[in-house]
């Protein structure tokens, strides 16, 4: 685990209201692994680090994609070229990948985008096929970038690729599937696909392991940490229920004036 | 030429005043980025005598400028502790203190029966002020007889330091405070967490399952100072300074207003070398002053 003073060096946008975000951090860079995050402390800013898994990482530079939905988040995207944040990582337990499956369907629901470029990187390099299906609710808000062959897209409202959720967009069978999005649809996920390795998100404190507030309810009995043991579980052994989805920003935002609306991105179609 | 940052906590010497606060700093096992040489002591996650699960999530959730926290103590019950962690602590050049819960007097007195003598077992800090289990825990800090009993059942089981962490939520914190150093402690621990509590604008329900949590971080640094300053000047034994300490400034109050040493907490969750910056940070200071001693920092301490 590393800690960089690391300077805003690329951002991009990558769907609507959905920034890619690049620091300068390459011994966090060349560490990363797929369905790890990093912590990443703004000063001066909210007094907790807040969590992203990594997007991207290579040539020294580390990626991030992510849409405002309160204090942190806006305040990452108001970021100018230069400027300084702590980047703290590689964290937390990413995906497995086991040459034995030869095939992998990596499906991603919104932000759940995030961990699948790594995903689809390190699957590659363990000899595996790789197959994306990645859903939104419209044609806006599905990611513009994907360097793979195969990719099916799927949109709430039909306006591209299959109408419905990506879980149900899935037709084949894979010798393994990978999954991250809202926690509900990972729970979906979980009913289909009992051994899926999914990507969760709790609240978090520390990010290291000192706190316990990342607690992640297990079918077993007790909790875990989402930030040492996971993000990343097999989909079977999470208590869905009891695990809170705080996703409120998939729904209608409450008014307030102490917190920046989520910034309305230029609307570009994805390619 | 270093500072002398030594301090004497009754018979315990620490080699600095920066110690790490319990639960933000696990079993001291885990900890990234540390500067072992800055650490004075670690103060480990609370434990109970048996196993137990903690609160369901959202178990924390961020506030102005602070946090609040209903972990639940979860916690894997002493036998793994001693198990797991103290033959780790028993290599260290540092104290580990256990902090230590039970539901009834009995219980701390059995948890501090069964660590005690243990090696890597450094002392106790006895939480009678955790808000966030059902029973004991704060209850006991509220009534200086029963923060008095269970003091004692931990004190006739222990010759090791034997540390009592006080709750900011009681009425006259002077009166627990004389009760616990009449009852045997070597040390009080000021403080531990506010209660508190937050809404959540979409279900309308708590943003914590617990309902209730702790506040801690900067957002209770006055309130705490107060209250710690309260404390020194009301017993003879040495006070540890807790509550939203993050940089040597912070700390730096805490002493001067009557502390022997402080504890950083919440401020390690944004900045895993804020200890070390702590501890850097008041040497810095003491030699730009031109004193050689952590004792040559003037104190306020008015009696009453
Ligand atoms: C392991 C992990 C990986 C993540 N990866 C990404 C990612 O790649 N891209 C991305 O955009 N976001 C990601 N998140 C979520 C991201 O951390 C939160 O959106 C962010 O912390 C919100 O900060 P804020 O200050 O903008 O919002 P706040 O003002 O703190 O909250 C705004 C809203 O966000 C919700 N929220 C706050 N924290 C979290 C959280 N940790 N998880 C879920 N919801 C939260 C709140 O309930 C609230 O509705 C990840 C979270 C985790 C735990
Ligand atoms: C996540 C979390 C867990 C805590 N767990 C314990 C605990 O197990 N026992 C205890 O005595 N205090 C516990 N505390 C209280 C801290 O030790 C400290 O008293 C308090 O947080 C105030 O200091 P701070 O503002 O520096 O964090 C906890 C605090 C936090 C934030
Ligand atoms: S976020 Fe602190 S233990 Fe996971």
């Given at each position: 685990?590393?800690?960089?003073?690391?300077?805003?060096?690329?951002r991009?946008?990558?769907?609507r209201d959905?920034?890619?975000?690049?620091?300068?951090?390459?011994?966090?860079?060349?560490?990363?692994k797929?369905?790890?995050?990093?912590?990443?402390?703004?000063?001066?800013?909210?007094?907790?680090?807040?969590?992203?898994?990594?997007?991207?990482?290579?040539?020294g530079?580390?990626?991030?994609?992510?849409?405002?939905v309160?204090?942190?988040?806006?305040?990452?995207?108001?970021?100018?070229?230069?400027?300084?944040?702590?980047v703290?990582?590689?964290?937390?337990?990413?995906?497995?990948?086991?040459?034995?499956?030869?095939?992998?369907?990596?499906?991603?629901?919104?932000?759940?985008?995030?961990p699948?470029?790594?995903?689809?990187?390190?699957?590659?390099?363990?000899?595996?096929?790789?197959?994306?299906?990645?859903?939104?609710?419209?044609?806006?808000?599905?990611?513009?970038?994907?360097?793979?062959?195969?990719?099916?897209?799927?949109?709430?409202?039909?306006?591209?690729?299959?109408?419905?959720?990506?879980?149900?967009?899935?037709?084949?069978?894979?010798?393994?599937?990978?999954?991250?999005?809202?926690?509900?649809?990972?729970?979906?996920?979980?009913?289909?696909?009992?051994?899926?390795?999914?990507?969760?998100?709790?609240?978090?404190?520390?990010?290291?392991?000192?706190?316990?507030?990342?607690?992640?309810?297990?079918?077993?009995?007790?909790?875990?940490?989402?930030?040492?043991?996971?993000?990343?579980?097999?989909?079977?052994?999470?208590?869905?229920?009891?695990?809170?989805?705080?996703?409120?920003?998939?729904?209608?935002?409450?008014?307030?004036?102490?917190?920046?609306?989520?910034?309305?991105?230029?609307?570009?179609?994805?390619? | 030429?270093?500072?002398?940052?030594?301090?004497?906590?009754?018979?315990?010497?620490?080699?600095?005043?920066?110690?790490?606060?319990?639960?933000?700093?696990?079993?001291?096992?885990?900890?990234?980025?540390?500067?072992?040489?800055?650490?004075?002591?670690?103060?480990?996650?609370g434990?109970?005598?048996?196993?137990?699960?903690?609160?369901?999530?959202?178990?924390?959730?961020?506030?102005?400028?602070?946090?609040?926290?209903?972990i639940?103590?979860q916690?894997?019950?002493?036998?793994?502790?001693?198990r797991d962690?103290?033959p780790?602590?028993s290599?260290?050049?540092?104290?580990?203190?256990?902090?230590?819960?039970?539901?009834?007097?009995?219980?701390?007195?059995?948890?501090?029966a069964?660590?005690?003598?243990?090696?890597?077992?450094?002392?106790?800090e006895?939480?009678?002020?955790?808000?966030?289990?059902?029973?004991?825990?704060?209850?006991?800090?509220?009534?200086?007889?029963?923060?008095?009993?269970?003091?004692?059942?931990?004190?006739?089981?222990?010759?090791?330091?034997?540390?009592?962490?006080?709750?900011?939520?009681?009425?006259?914190?002077?009166?627990?405070?004389?009760?616990?150093?009449?009852?045997?402690?070597?040390?009080l621990?000021?403080?531990?967490?506010?209660?508190?509590?937050?809404?959540?604008?979409h279900?309308?329900r708590?943003?914590?399952s617990?309902?209730?949590?702790?506040?801690?971080?900067?957002?209770?640094?006055p309130?705490?100072?107060?209250?710690?300053?309260?404390?020194?000047?009301?017993?003879?034994?040495?006070?540890?300074?807790?509550?939203?300490?993050?940089?040597?400034?912070?700390?730096?109050?805490?002493?001067?207003?009557?502390?022997?040493?402080?504890?950083?907490?919440?401020?390690?969750?944004?900045?895993?070398?804020?200890?070390?910056?702590?501890?850097?940070?008041?040497?810095?200071?003491?030699?730009?002053?031109?004193?050689?001693?952590?004792?040559?920092?003037?104190?306020?301490?008015?009696?009453?």
């Open positions: 685990m590393f800690e960089a003073s690391a300077p805003l060096s690329e991009r946008q990558v769907a959905m920034f890619v975000l690049g620091f300068d951090a390459p011994a966090v860079a060349a560490a990363a797929a369905g790890q995050f990093v912590n990443l402390g703004l000063q001066p800013g909210p007094l907790l680090r807040r969590p992203f898994s990594v997007y991207r990482a290579g040539g530079r580390v990626e991030i994609v992510l849409r405002a309160g204090e942190g988040t806006s305040q990452l995207l108001s970021l100018r070229e230069g400027d300084l944040v702590s703290l990582g590689p964290l937390g337990t990413g995906f497995r990948f086991d040459p034995a499956w030869r095939s992998v369907a990596l499906v991603s629901g919104g932000l759940g985008l995030a699948m470029l790594l995903a689809a990187r390190d699957a590659r390099a363990a000899g595996l096929s790789v197959h994306w299906v990645h859903g939104a609710r419209t044609a806006w808000d599905l990611g513009s970038e994907w360097d793979g062959e195969e990719a099916t897209w799927a949109t709430d409202d039909g306006s591209r690729g299959f109408q419905g959720s990506a879980v149900a967009a899935v037709e084949e069978e894979f010798g393994a599937v990978l999954a991250c999005g809202p926690n509900p649809m990972l729970a979906a996920v979980a009913e289909r696909w009992p051994d899926a390795q999914v990507a969760v998100e709790t609240y978090m404190g520390c990010g290291t392991g000192v706190c316990l507030g990342c607690a992640v309810p297990l079918t077993a009995g007790g909790y875990d940490r989402a930030c040492r043991e996971g993000p990343v579980y097999r989909a079977a052994d999470v208590d869905w229920p009891a695990l809170p989805s705080h996703l409120y920003y998939t729904a209608v935002p409450v008014a307030s004036p102490s917190r920046p609306s989520p910034a309305t991105g230029g609307g570009e179609v994805p390619v | 030429m270093t500072a002398d940052l030594s301090v004497d906590l009754g018979h315990l010497r620490l080699r600095g005043p920066v110690i790490a606060a319990s639960g933000t700093f696990g079993y001291g096992t885990e900890v990234p980025l540390l500067e072992r040489r800055t650490l004075a002591a670690v103060v480990s996650k434990i109970f005598l048996r196993p137990r699960p903690g609160t369901p999530p959202p178990r924390i959730v961020e506030t102005p400028s602070g946090m609040l926290n209903a639940g103590l916690g894997p019950g002493a036998e793994a502790l001693l962690y103290a780790l602590w290599a260290w050049d540092f104290p580990v203190l256990v902090n230590i819960n039970g539901e009834t007097v009995e219980e701390y007195g059995e948890l501090t069964q660590l005690d003598g243990v090696p890597g077992v450094g002392g106790f006895v939480n009678i002020s955790c808000p966030n289990v059902e029973q004991g825990g704060m209850y006991f800090g509220n009534d200086p007889r029963a923060a008095a009993d269970v003091t004692r059942a931990v004190r006739r089981r222990t010759k090791l330091p034997v540390w009592v962490k006080l709750t900011p939520n009681v009425g006259d914190i002077a009166e627990v405070a004389r009760a616990v150093e009449d009852a045997g402690a070597d040390a621990c000021a403080v531990n967490t506010f209660l508190g509590m937050s809404i959540d604008l279900s309308f708590p943003r914590l617990f309902r209730t949590g702790g506040l801690s971080g900067p957002a209770i640094r309130l705490a100072l107060h209250l710690a300053h309260q404390v020194a000047r009301n017993v003879q034994v040495p006070v540890i300074g807790i509550g939203g300490i993050a940089g040597p400034e912070d700390a730096l109050e805490f002493l001067v207003a009557g502390c022997a040493a402080v504890q950083v907490g919440t401020a390690t969750f944004a900045d895993p070398r804020a200890i070390a910056g702590v501890h850097d940070g008041i040497a810095a200071y003491l030699e730009s002053k031109g004193w050689t001693s952590l004792k040559e920092l003037p104190r306020y301490l008015p009696l009453d």
